[in-house]
């Protein structure tokens, strides 16, 4: 099992930064991952799960791109 990313880490993904930041209610909004390139399961087997319940902490995150 994927370990959860904790919030405030950072990572990289292929060249680009980010971070993992607390979700608005489960929204995706301003998440790197949101959209074509979106995939829960996908997503959770390369950095870990994003929603809450499957994280241990409940809480649901975001992917957000760090501008460097």
Do not use: Q, W
């Not at 995706?28 to 390369?46: L, T, W």
Request: overall charge positive.
């Amino acid at each position: 099992k994927m370990k959860d990313l904790e919030i405030g880490e950072r990572l990289r993904y292929g060249n680009v930064l980010l971070v993992v930041e607390p979700a608005k209610f489960m929204n995706c909004d301003g998440c790197y991952f949101k959209g074509s390139s979106c995939g829960v399961i996908r997503v959770a087997n390369e950095i870990g799960h994003c929603t809450e319940t499957h994280r241990a902490d409940k809480t649901s995150v975001i992917f957000k791109e760090v501008k460097i």
